[in-house]
């Protein structure tokens, strides 16, 4: 089975600049969740879709940050403009059902995006 | 609001036995999940806990209890690649079930 894959796996950017980062789920995953990671904390929720509704973004920065899940499947993350605070690993993770209704769903994760932003 | 607290750093050798705690205080609670992540890659699942009690997945072991609000992993004959951080998460009803996670306790295992 293949996992979730991200892409870029590493950017560097100006402040100011834009960037946006891609996401495939797992084939089927219903749920799919953006997650930021500052270097020594845990993965912070930004968005999590089910399908291609939104279901919670409320740790979104919106004035900066968008996102889409296009037909369900695949998700783009965009900030803009950037700020030097965005700089961190952007996980996007995906799961067969929305979580805590069953053993055995549990969220998968990619394997991340770090922006560097200076 | 919510809280979810782990030490941020433990050391042990190897071949023991380490006990990693996560308490919280969360408005709703639907699970609790333990992720393993090593520098530089994506968090791993270890195991999910609903239900007060052990869950035992060979050196791997998970408890719960939640009228506490109380989890702890226990890693058993520690190995040099057991070292990494061990993320708690709890799922928060409501809103379509949020995992959100604690800032991880990073295990450092030495000869």
Known sequence: EAGVAQS??????????????????????????????????????????????????????????????????????????????????????????????????????????????? | GQNIDQPTEMTATEGAIVQINCTYQTSGFNGLFWYQQHAGEAPTFLSYNVLDGLEEKGRFSSFLSRSKGYSYLLLKELQMKDSASYLCAVVLTGGGNKLTFGTGTQLKVEL
């Open chain 1, 8 to 118: 870029p796996r590493y950017k560097i950017i100006e402040k100011r600049q834009s960037v946006a980062f891609w996401c495939n789920p797992i084939s089927g995953h219903a749920t799919l969740y953006w997650y930021q990671q500052i270097l020594g904390q845990g993965p912070k929720l930004l968005i999590q879709f089910q399908n291609n509704g939104v279901v919670d973004d409320s740790q979104l920065p919106k004035d900066r940050f968008s996102a889409e899940r296009l037909k369900g499947v695949d998700s783009t993350l965009k900030i803009q403009p950037a700020k030097l605070e965005d700089s961190a690993v952007y996980l996007c993770a995906s799961s067969l059902h929305t979580l805590g209704r069953a053993w055995g769903t549990e969220a998968f994760f990619g394997q991340g995006t770090r922006l560097t932003v200076v």
